[in-house]
């Protein structure tokens, strides 16, 4: 069985564009998750969506943020326009609906903004 | 509210050496604990978990149990391998958030 994948796995872009990352879930599994690990410090939550709809998107750091997840299957993560302080690891995972809530993550996009 | 302390590495040791990763966290109601590890180049993987006070997890020679009383879930390991070298953090899933809150990672680096 595929795990969560991630595209692309680093990104380099100047400040002022526009990134969107992708990432695709277990198959089956209802939750997907976006984390941020900015600069070596704790991962901290981003949103969090059940099939297509936003359950939580607390985490979110501001409206340059625009998470999707048409039809519930994969999910995009829109930075536009990206700043400095944006860069770090983007991580998605994904769980299945009830049971032990153990998430399952993929390897991270890496992001830099120059 | 929630949150995760871990102890900052980066930490060096010996193979064979014995290994202690400490772990606090603060939590509103009960929450589940974990430990990641994510290997160079690869994604986090879940290492162990526990789900209730007193329960120990365990995983390729790695242990932790979780202790209400102290608040911790300490990551432990006999003797430790160069395959070990990687980046642990500690997690708690809170079933009222329903959301994960990790520490900031501890660097591992094994050397023969």
């Known amino acids: 069985e595929a795990g969560v994948t991630q595209f692309p796995s680093h990104s380099v872009i100047e400040k002022g564009q526009t990134v969107t990352l992708r990432c695709d879930p277990i198959?089956?599994?209802?939750?997907l998750y976006w984390y941020r690990r900015v600069m070596g410090k704790e991962i901290k939550f981003l949103l969090h969506?059940?099939?297509?709809?936003?359950?939580?998107e607390s985490g979110m750091p501001n409206n340059r943020f625009l998470a999707e997840r048409t039809g519930g299957t994969y999910s995009t993560l829109k930075v536009q326009p990206a700043e400095l302080e944006d860069s770090g690891v983007y991580f998605c995972?994904?769980?299945?609906?009830?049971?032990?809530?153990?998430?399952?993550f993929g390897p991270g996009t890496r992001l830099t903004v120059t | 509210g929630n949150s995760v302390t871990q102890m900052e590495g980066p930490v060096t040791l010996s193979e064979e050496a014995f290994l202690t990763i400490n772990c606090t966290y603060t939590?509103?109601?009960?929450?589940?604990l974990f430990w990641y590890v994510q290997y160079p180049g690869e994604g986090l993987q879940l290492l162990l978990k526990?789900?209730?006070?007193?329960d120990k997890g365990s995983n390729k020679g790695f242990e932790a149990t979780y202790r209400k009383e102290t608040t911790s879930f300490h990551l432990e390991k006999g003797s430790v391998q160069v395959s070990d070298s990687a980046v642990y953090f500690c997690?708690?899933?809170?079933?009222?958030?329903?959301?994960?809150?990790f520490g900031t990672g501890t660097s591992l680096t094994v050397i023969p």
């Open positions: 995972a994904s769980s299945q609906s009830g049971g032990s809530k153990v998430q399952y």
């Open positions: 198959s089956g599994h209802d939750n």
């Open positions: 969506f059940v099939k297509e709809s936003k359950q939580d």
């Open positions: 939590a509103t109601g009960y929450p589940s």
């Open positions: 526990a789900t209730k006070a007193d």
């Open positions: 997690a708690l899933f809170s079933p009222a958030g329903n959301q994960f809150y």
